[in-house]
């Protein structure tokens, strides 16, 4: 099952970051943007955006887009090295 490996906040904004494996071992990275609000007395999520908060999440995209990049390079590193990147 995937779990997320990072979520990144602003507010009610989310860029939640998740790590699948593939059929050949490697990793594919992919990001999920939420919106929560309260109904009733239940929360729930929305991937629309107010004019508002589009720049919002744009920034939290970016962020993510950085975090995954450190991720990727990580993985690189660590599948060169034959200790598994234990130093």
Do not use: C
Not at 25 to 35: A, E, I
Request: hydrophobic share 35%.
């Amino acid at each position: 099952m995937t779990q997320p490996i990072l979520k990144l906040q602003d507010g009610l904004l989310s860029a939640t970051i998740w790590k699948n494996q593939r059929e050949n071992g490697s990793h594919r990275y992919s990001v999920t943007l939420t919106r929560s609000f309260k109904q009733g007395d239940d929360w729930r999520e929305s991937n629309s955006f107010s004019r508002m908060e589009a720049l919002r999440i744009s920034r939290l995209a970016g962020f993510a887009y950085d975090e995954i990049l450190l991720m990727v390079e990580s993985d690189r590193r660590n599948a060169s090295d034959p200790k598994g990147g234990a130093s």
